[in-house]
């Protein structure tokens, strides 16, 4: 099974769109089977709504779309209340976007939902790499908030390589409940050093579309140089493992 461990869906409030008829079309062109869904940001900053309507899509999708809850930890504990709603409508994660909501992912506001999350028995989904929000020791930190649940990093952990993120990256890999997703990281190397330093139960495939081309998205995955089992860990093990999918 190939499993997109990242797709936005909706209108987003900063300008990208997708829908579930669009996504669903991205994914039949590039062989994936089943993509793990989150609205976008909403005009409005209303999360129920959206969470809703992805909800509706997935039910619609014939289990081909599975949802994750995404909230704005300013809201407190309404916030941590949307979460166990959503979990209850089906929800199989917790997707936050610090850059976006404008949260810094290590703040004490942020606890009760990792902790909410893992008593609800679903992992945490996090848009990384932005500046000052969700930089890699900012995401290390945030993943003790409950540190026997799986803590995902978008975009390698960190949005821009340079310099020594790669080396904070893999600080925050050194925590053993952190996986990274594959999307945006433009360095095979990076994505090979983090199966050969942490292992291929830490890497998993997603394309971030509509915000990454998904069908480029797939073949980053599928040039780097790993094993057959690695690159089967990577494209869907990994993801029906944390995300409790059906094999």
Do not use: C
């Not at 081309?213 to 073949?219: I, T, V």
């Amino acid at each position: 099974m190939i499993v997109d461990g990242l797709v936005h869906l909706g209108t987003s409030h900063f300008g990208y769109e997708l829908d579930a008829i669009t996504a669903l079309a991205g994914m039949n062109a590039v062989g994936t089977d089943v993509a793990i869904a989150v609205p976008v940001h909403p005009k409005g900053a209303d999360f129920v709504p959206v969470n809703d309507a992805v909800a509706a899509a997935a039910r619609a999708s014939q289990g081909r779309l599975v949802t994750l809850a995404r909230v704005d930890p300013w809201n407190g504990p309404a916030a941590v209340a949307e979460l166990r709603r959503a979990v209850g409508n089906g929800a199989r994660g917790l997707f936050l976007h610090p850059g976006e909501e404008h949260f810094r992912i290590n703040d004490d506001r942020v606890r009760p939902l990792a902790e909410a999350a893992a008593e609800l028995g679903v992992p945490v989904v996090v848009a990384a790499g932005f500046h000052l929000y969700s930089e890699p020791l900012q995401l290390g930190r945030a993943a003790q908030f409950a540190p026997g649940n799986p803590f995902v990093l978008t975009n390698g952990g960190q949005l821009n390589i340079s310099g020594l993120m790669g080396f904070d990256a893999e600080l925050a890999l050194a925590n053993d409940n952190v996986l990274v997703q594959t999307s945006g990281m433009y360095r095979e190397d990076f994505l090979e050093g983090v199966v050969a330093t942490f292992g291929p139960e830490r890497l998993m495939f997603a394309t971030a579309a509509p915000q990454m081309d998904m069908s480029y998205e797939r073949k980053r995955v599928e040039l780097a140089h790993f094993t057959d089992a690695e690159r089967a860990l990577i494209l869907g093990g990994n993801a029906q493992r944390v995300f409790g999918l059906p094999a």
